[in-house]
């Protein structure tokens, strides 16, 4: 079974800091890596995902991460916050295939709180 | 283009109740996942439907619990006498098509949040 850890619940910065958010996965196959965003009041949106290639993925809104194999780990970073990047992110992966990969499997999510 | 609706946004019932939960695909998709998210942990996997099929029921719960995509119509996730642990966000996702690999991107609704008192 997959499952997906984010070791911070929430973190609070300020306008200009840099981002770094953790995410560890277990799982024993070959995985699809995403990051999705809530804003407040709004639908989970898709920042971000990898499939195969390049293991540095950049996405919308200046957010890029980073797939290192070695440390199933896909973090998430943006080299300097703005107060609208307030919201809570979700990392989330799935099998690259086979039976039931359709399922995503999330980690429990980051709140992130940008103080102007 | 209008992305993935649910309704209604926040639902409150008392125990016993049933709850009705409504999600409309994004346009030309034919694919819904349904997804509950308990209060403290991450969004869990419950069902995934095609227009008249159920092809994975796995992640819902015995009992009290179905789902439905009607030929015409929304998906409705029905859950029958709540309970106080029924209490969570229930996100429904959708794709416009799944090649039996997982880089189908899903498209996430902005949940319902169902309170049961």
């Known amino acids: 079974a997959q499952s997906v850890s984010q070791h911070n619940h929430h973190v609070i910065l300020s306008e200009a800091a840099s981002l770094e958010l953790g995410c560890n996965y277990s799982y024993g196959g070959t995985v699809n890596l995403f990051w999705y965003v809530q804003y407040p009041g709004q639908h989970l949106q898709l920042l971000l995902k990898y499939f195969s290639g390049d293991p540095l993925v950049k996405g919308i809104k ?13 973090n998430l970073r943006k080299p300097s ?3 609208s990047d307030t919201a809570e992110y979700f990392c989330a992966v799935n099998a690259d295939s086979g039976a039931g990969s359709y399922q995503l499997t999330f980690g429990k999510g980051t709140k992130l709180s940008v103080i102007p | ?4 609706m649910q309704n209604p ?4 019932r008392r125990r016993g109740q049933e709850a009705r939960l409504r999600c409309s695909p ?4 034919s694919h819904v996942y349904w997804y509950r998210q308990l209060p403290e942990e991450g969004l869990k996997f ?11 029921e796995s992640g819902m719960p015995k009992e009290r619990f179905s789902a439905e ?5 929304p998906s409705i996730l029905r859950i029958q006498q709540v309970v106080r642990g029924d209490s969570a966000a229930y996100f429904c996702a959708s794709s416009p098509l799944w090649t039996g690999a997982g880089t189908d991107t899903q498209y996430f609704g902005p949940g319902t949040r169902l309170t049961v008192l």
């Open chain 1, 62 to 74: 200046g957010f890029e991460a980073e797939f290192i194999k070695s440390k199933f780990s896909f």
């Open chain 1, 81 to 83: 916050v703005q107060w």
């Open chain 2, 1 to 4: 283009n209008a992305g993935v």
């Open chain 2, 9 to 12: 946004r926040h639902l409150v």
């Open chain 2, 26 to 29: 994004m346009k030309g998709h």
């Open chain 2, 46 to 56: 419950m069902v995934y439907l095609q227009k008249e099929n159920i092809i994975d």
């Open chain 2, 69 to 73: 995509f009607p030929k015409e119509g």
